[in-house]
């Protein structure tokens, strides 16, 4: 079992940054393909970025990991209002930076992105 806590998310103004996080809880984070999701109002999900246990990645902004802080990140530039989603951390057993939904088994409860025009 994974338990996994973002945070970072909040208001941007277009064109700022922002830097999200996913703590995971457990000892076998490095098994575990880490991938960012978001969902706008009446959006399905979508794939944002992920990232392997050795550094292979896959994706939109840049995605990184600490595997000796069992965090993964999210480094979002040049924002733009269309980005305005909450974004959801997951965990996957898959070994390479899968961007299918189905293919992660664990879910963040997710944080809030909003940029404004």
């Known amino acids: 079992q994974v338990q996994l806590v973002e945070s970072g998310g909040g208001l941007v103004q277009a064109g700022g940054s922002l830097k999200l996080s996913c703590a995971a809880s457990?000892?076998?984070?490095?098994?575990?393909?880490m991938g960012w999701f978001r969902q706008a109002p009446g959006k399905e999900r979508e794939f944002v970025a992920a990232?392997?246990?050795?550094?292979g990645v896959k994706g939109r902004f840049t995605i990184s990991r600490d595997n000796a802080k069992n965090t993964v990140y999210l480094q979002m530039n040049s924002l733009k209002p269309e980005d305005t989603a909450v974004y959801y951390c997951?965990?996957?057993?898959?070994?390479?930076?899968?961007?299918?939904?189905?293919?992660?088994?664990?879910w963040g409860q997710g944080t809030q992105v909003t940029v404004s025009s």
């Open positions: 997951a965990a996957s057993h898959r070994v390479v930076p899968t961007t299918t939904s189905s293919d992660y088994v664990y």
């Open positions: 457990g000892r076998t984070f490095t098994s575990y393909t």
């Open positions: 990232i392997t246990w050795n550094g």
